[in-house]
C-alpha cells in the first residue's frame, strides 16, 4: 500500500467558462496552490472540466507539477488526477 499524506491546501483558481445548448465546460488554470501539513510547497495545476444540465453531473481531467517536501524529502513530481460526478456521486481517481 502506497504512503498516505495529511494536510491542507489552499488554491486560487482562473476560470474560462463555455456554455452549449446541451453542455457547459470551462478550463481553469491554479495560479498558485500552497500545501500544508505532511507535504510542505506548492504546485501549479490545468483543469478541464465539463457538466451536463442534470444537477450535480460532470467531469474533470488535471495535470499537476508539485514542489516540495513530502515527509522531509525536498523535490518535484507530477500528479494525473480525474474524476466524474453522476448526481452528486463521485468517482475520483
Not at 445548448?21 to 510547497?41: E, I, P, Q
Not at 444540465?53 to 488535471?62: D, E
Request: charged content about 20%; aromatic content about 6%; hydrophobic content about 35%.
Amino acid at each position: 500500500m502506497c504512503p498516505g499524506a495529511a494536510g491542507t491546501f489552499e488554491l486560487k483558481l482562473c476560470r474560462w467558462a463555455c456554455t452549449t445548448k446541451k453542455t457547459t465546460c470551462s478550463v481553469a488554470r491554479l495560479s498558485t496552490r500552497h500545501f500544508r501539513g505532511d507535504l510542505n510547497g506548492a504546485g501549479r495545476v490545468e483543469v478541464r472540466t465539463a457538466g451536463t444540465k442534470v444537477k450535480g453531473s460532470g467531469g474533470y481531467v488535471a495535470i499537476e507539477k508539485v514542489m516540495g517536501a513530502p515527509n522531509g524529502r525536498h523535490g518535484t513530481f507530477f500528479l494525473q488526477h480525474s474524476g466524474i460526478v453522476n448526481r452528486e456521486a463521485q468517482q475520483l481517481r
